[in-house]
Nanobody
Framework: QVQLVESGGGLVQAGGSLRLSCAAS????????MAWFRQAPEKEREVVAT???????YYTHSAKGRFTISRDNAKNTVYLQMNSLKPEDTAVYYC???????????WGPGTQVTVSS
């Protein structure tokens, strides 16, 4: 079993930056596909960025050019660097991961990001 815990959320002004961390425990996530999702109030959860075990990345259109997903295998941690934040980025951000072919089986409890205008 893998446990994921996000941190790094908070309140930031528009144009600011935050770095979210997702610390994994229980097993190494070195070969896992990892992702960041978010859910804004009264909206469906959406994928923000994904990172395959091979290092390939995907970003949703709104995140492209502003957000960067990365991993530190030595720390068993995945990050989401968020720059040029906008009020519409306000949401609960979730880390998720899983072995290839299993989908995103493991989820963290989420961390709140609030961007003020």
């Amino acid at each position: 079993q893998v446990q994921l815990v996000e941190s790094g959320g908070g309140l930031v002004q528009a144009g600011g930056s935050l770095r979210l961390s997702c610390a994994a425990s229980g097993r190494t996530i070195r070969m896992y596909a990892m992702a960041w999702f978010r859910q804004a109030p009264e909206k469906e959860r959406e994928v923000v960025a994904t990172l395959t075990q091979n290092g390939d990345t995907y970003y949703t259109h709104s995140a492209k050019g502003r957000f960067t997903i990365s991993r530190d295998n030595a720390k068993n941690t995945v990050y989401l660097q968020m720059n040029s934040l906008k009020p519409e980025d306000t949401a609960v951000y979730y880390c998720a991961g899983g072995e290839p072919g299993e989908g995103f089986k493991y989820w963290g409890p989420g961390t709140q990001v609030t961007v003020s205008s």
